[in-house]
């Protein structure tokens, strides 16, 4: 006797017993607990008063909450001789301009390289593949030399422009466009008509759409967690993240100021993920095409 298919959500799936499901659910779990542990940690430790805080063993609970961890570290920042929302503007302003200008050049580069035939297109995907290689500090005196030639040093652009050339999203774009966008369906546009920007705007970023939400979300993240930096001089461009650890630097006083530091510092980056996770696992080929 034939065994049922099982189906969800009007898709038949795999068979599979109620063991296997029962194990996979549970290590899934398990996983989660530990990756949820270090963000309760980080929560818990911020509504410590000091005297908690300093307590050994390191208890995961807070006897007496409090905000005032909060209360003070947006009351520090006050007092600083530039403006506490001066160093939200250029964070938001990095992040954004940085997380949109390293989308646009790595899809336009991906699809390029992936979809269009023109000479030396394998020879530029090994040497972005072997860019992954080398850490930033290898190439950091030949990028401040070059940032001191074009006069971008001390300006937006010294961190801007370098995250819009970061080969990691244009690698991550060409795998996901090579293994997603049918060379048929481009031909199709192509005879139709559609000019290549077209083709490369209404029909295959939609097709790759869980690829550059996750782009955003991996950029966005980096640059929003960008510090101090070499090329960056004027207290006027600085970040928020910079800001903070001067400020927690004061010593064993402001170690309350510094977890509810942390605590802002992820708020951002973690509600840009719940915002984009529920894109990230859509199906590809259903995500920009029709029936």
């Known amino acids: 006797m034939a065994k049922k298919l099982r189906v969800r959500g009007h898709k038949v799936v795999l068979n599979r017993s109620a063991g296997g499901d029962f194990g996979i659910t549970f290590f899934l779990v398990i996983l989660g607990f530990f990756m ?8 818990i430790q911020s509504l410590k008063p000091l005297d908690e805080l300093w307590m050994y063993p390191p208890q995961f609970y807070v006897v007496k909450p409090t905000l005032k961890n909060f209360s ?21 302003f990095i992040s954004v301009a940085g997380t949109f200008g390293n989308l646009a050049c790595g899809s336009l580069a991906a699809y390029a390289i992936s979809k269009i035939n023109f000479p030396g297109r394998k020879g530029l995907s090994s040497l972005v593949r072997l860019s992954l290689m080398f850490h930033p500090t290898v190439s950091a005196i030949v990028n401040f030399m070059t940032m001191s030639t074009l006069g971008w040093v001390d300006t937006y652009l010294a961190i801007i422009i370098p995250a819009w050339g970061a080969t990691l999203g244009m690698f991550l774009m060409q795998t996901f466009m090579e ?18 920007l077209r083709t490369f705007w209404t029909i295959a970023m939609p097709m790759v759409k869980p690829g550059w939400i996750t782009l955003i979300i991996y950029s966005f ?13 004027s207290e006027e461009i600085k970040t928020f993240n910079y800001a903070v ?35 990230v696992i859509e199906t590809m080929a259903s995500s920009g095409m029709k029936d």
Request: proline share 3%; net charge neutral; aromatic share 12%.
């Open 245 to 279: 650890g001067q400020i927690t630097s004061g010593g064993v006083e402001r170690a309350g100021v510094g977890t509810a530091a942390a605590v802002v510092m992820m708020i951002v980056p973690i509600a840009v993920f719940v915002i984009g996770q529920s894109n």
């Open 221 to 233: 993240k980096d640059l929003w967690n960008t510090g101090s930096s070499t090329y960056i001089y």
């Open 179 to 196: 293994g997603n966008i049918s060379v048929a369906v481009l031909e199709a546009a192509r005879l139709d008509g559609s000019s290549e």
């Open 36 to 43: 949820f542990i270090p963000m309760y940690y980080a929560v």
């Open 72 to 92: 003070l570290m947006f009351k520090t920042l006050q007092t600083s001789w530039i403006p506490f929302s001066r160093y939200i503007f250029n964070t938001v």
